[in-house]
């Protein structure tokens, strides 16, 4: 009845492939070096994790919730969930999966925090961006791990990528939330002593935005631990390697230590990012 | 040459700026303009001019447009037509249209503000809030904690230097936005109505000490507000906006006892005069007393004469052939010694006597008052009559 309609089918999916096939032919030196800064960065923070010995590090972490927090009971907790991973023995898994996570978290705010900035200053831009942010974050992850893994090859480094396009929207939308949330007030207050905009940005907007960029931030650390089965996947090594093979194995336990050894992670992580209680408190 | 002058600017918010102009010079209503081109008229023919050290009040009931021309003279507010001149570094500068950089160099020397939500970083302490606008031009440490502390004890918060304004009260942190716009030592201070968002006897407090720190610091102030017993209060020039233009402009005795209009007339139809009419308001001047050769007679009878030398200053009292006795009062608190009081027959104040103190003295000693001027020259009358016409206001009557 509607053959019209699917006799000539729009060759969509075959022009994305044509596009990823031109960018893999003339691009692939880019590639190549996005890929090596990315595999060195992931492959230094996993070696400095792996290299210092699991109790001293499990006592630094401990140290540094104490330092940060003053809280006995988050420093009991730390000590207590981090030696259980260790026990169950995925430790090494662990500072895989926590090396990821932090140079993706790194790589969101590098280039997250600008560009909320720029499109807190330009209604355009962001009107221009907001679809593409829903885009990132509504696309199923499976579909651009395809082209990340043909532009990257297999290993951590498109496991990277796709936890990047997964959890970048966060800090922009969130950073555009700090910064155009300034009362007017305020940003009158700075130009009429005379501020520039770059003082004005870094005296006015940027430390009333913090509080915000930081659950921006915060977030994007849970995001990008949500996607470490999914970079498993390309190879990327960590928690979500178990992940897989139980299931690929139906091997409930190996599963749900893993899992749980996850949960944990992004437990910890939660709490030590809280902000520590309000500045003004401190004197 | 005035510190700061507008010269018949109009601003318009909204993207049809032409549009609006048109309709402004057809002499139009804000609601016509809004209708007619999307934009809102900010304020219209705006002109006044504001001297060195005097305190202008602009006055007026929310969306007349004072806040409006307030922030143009600064640039917060940019203007569709005409000139805003300040006076910067001894030349008038067009603020509506100089350059970036000479608008900064306003900002931070010449121009400084205070604002009525206070507007200060709640992530800065009282110390770093003070030293703002010195940060912003790039002050060494040094002196910037210099002069932070010397602000910081003029507005008498020195103690609480390394708290965070939101541990503070209002007034309190009022007080950290009067020391801030201080710290630029900017010879012009915009207030956009500071006081407003206080409680009544803070804002009276403060209201003191404004006038107080004035009387030191002699600064150019531009002050907007809507409350008239503030404006009458704190102005030595007053002008009453409404719909965006300016319908009197004048000293507070100007428009209590001379309204321009029924709008102004209605603001001012409750006011106390006693705080704001002076002597040379009410007082019957020297010219229109009738006059027996070199004396001013003062009653109706012709009895009391008072003698007055060559240049006018009164010498001596004749009290129906008697001598009689001058006293001196202190015209600014309305007092008078008492046993120079019972024993003199006439009473000589300066001629800016506040009515308030004028009623207290006839009180004290029901003596006439004789009013001179700075040279000590008779200028006027102050009895019974002045003062009872002065509180009906009907001088003209």
């Keep these: 009845m509607y053959d019209w309609l699917t006799d000539h089918k729009i060759p969509l999916g075959l022009w994305l492939r044509d596009f990823v096939d031109l960018l893999t032919t003339h691009g692939q030196n880019v590639f190549d070096f996005i890929s090596l800064v990315l595999g060195g960065l992931i492959g230094g923070f996993t070696a400095v994790l792996l290299w210092v010995p699991p109790l001293l590090l499990i006592a630094l972490f401990a140290l540094a919730a104490w330092l940060v927090h003053r809280s006995i009971g988050l420093t009991v907790f730390i000590l207590a969930a981090l030696l259980l991973v260790a026990n169950l023995g995925y430790w090494e898994a662990t500072m895989e999966t926590l090396s990821l996570v932090i140079c993706a978290t790194l790589v969101c705010v590098i280039v997250g925090v600008p560009i909320g900035i720029a ?25 651009y791990l395809i082209p990340t893994l043909v ?8 496991g990277l990528i796709s936890t990047v396009i997964f959890s970048i929207p966060a800090p922009i939308r969130l950073t555009h939330l700090g910064i155009s949330s300034v009362p007017p007030a305020l940003h009158e207050a700075g130009k009429a002593f005379g501020a520039t905009p770059t003082q004005l940005l870094f005296k006015v907007e940027l430390p009333h935005a913090l509080p915000t960029i930081m659950a921006g931030v915060t977030q994007c650390i849970m995001l990008s631990l949500s996607m470490v089965v999914i970079a498993a996947l390309v190879g990327a090594d960590g928690l979500g390697k178990p992940v897989v ?5 139906v091997n409930i336990a190996m599963g749900f230590e ?10 910890v992580l939660d709490r030590v990012c809280k902000r520590p209680e309000r500045r003004s408190r401190k004197n | 040459m005035p510190a700061v002058e507008f010269r018949n600017i109009d601003i318009v918010f909204g993207n049809d700026q032409k549009g609006a102009l048109k309709l402004i010079d057809e002499g139009r209503s804000r609601e016509e303009i809004l209708s ?50 300040v006076e910067h570094k001894g030349t008038a500068i067009d603020v509506a249209h100089c350059n970036e950089a000479t608008l900064r160099d306003i900002r931070m020397h010449t121009v400084s503000m205070v604002f009525q939500q206070f507007g200060l970083l709640p992530w800065r302490t ?32 020195t103690n609480w230097a390394e708290k965070y304004t939101n541990e503070l009260s209002g007034g309190m942190q009022q007080r950290v936005g009067l020391a801030r716009a201080f710290a630029t030592d900017a010879e012009i201070l915009l207030m956009d109505e500071p006081f407003s968002a206080l409680d009544p006897l803070i804002r009276d407090k403060l209201q003191d000490e404004l006038l107080d720190l004035q009387r030191r610091i002699h600064k150019t102030i531009v002050f907007v507000s809507h409350d008239l017993d503030e404006a009458l209060k704190l102005g030595n020039k007053i002008a009453i906006m409404e719909g965006g233009r300016i319908v009197q402009a004048g000293t507070a005795e100007d428009i209590l006892l001379r309204p321009a209009n029924d709008y102004v007339a209605e603001f001012v139809k409750h006011m106390n005069p006693l705080n704001v009419l002076r002597g040379t308001a009410v007082m019957r001047p020297a010219a229109g007393l009738p006059r027996e050769g070199d004396a001013v007679v003062l009653d109706k009878a012709g009895r009391v004469k008072v003698k007055v030398d060559p240049e ?31 024993a003199s027959d006439c009473i000589i104040a300066p001629v800016d006597l506040r009515l308030k103190a004028a009623i207290e003295l006839k009180r004290h000693t029901d003596l006439p008052i004789l009013l001179v001027d700075d040279l000590g020259r008779l200028a006027g009358l102050c009895d019974d009559d002045e003062i009872y016409r002065g509180l009906l206001r009907r001088l003209e009557g």
């Design chain 1, 245 to 249: 093979r139980a299931l690929n194995s």
């Design chain 1, 258 to 267: 893993a899992g749980l050894a996850i949960v944990v992670l992004a437990i």
């Design chain 2, 312 to 342: 006018g200053r009164p010498i001596a009292i004749d009290l129906d052939g008697r001598a009689g006795l001058l006293a001196v009062a202190d015209g600014e608190a309305g007092a008078i010694d008492d046993k120079l009081a019972i």
């Design chain 2, 36 to 85: 007619a081109t999307g934009s809102v008229l900010g304020a219209a023919g705006v002109s006044l001019a504001v001297e060195r050290g005097e305190i202008c009040v602009l006055m007026g009931l929310s969306g007349s447009g004072k806040s409006t021309i307030l922030r143009a003279i600064n640039r917060l507010n940019e203007v569709a037509r005409g000139e805003v001149l």
């Design chain 2, 126 to 157: 009282v110390r770093d809030n003070v030293g703002f606008g010195l940060e912003l031009r790039g002050t060494p440490a040094a002196e910037r904690a210099r002069i932070v502390d010397e602000k910081l004890a003029m507005v008498g918060l």
């Design chain 1, 119 to 143: 499109a807190a200053h330009r209604p355009w831009l962001y009107t221009a961006i907001r679809p593409i942010l829903d885009l990132m974050q509504t696309i199923p992850t499976f579909v």
């Design chain 1, 151 to 158: 532009l990257f090859g297999l290993g951590a480094v498109p």
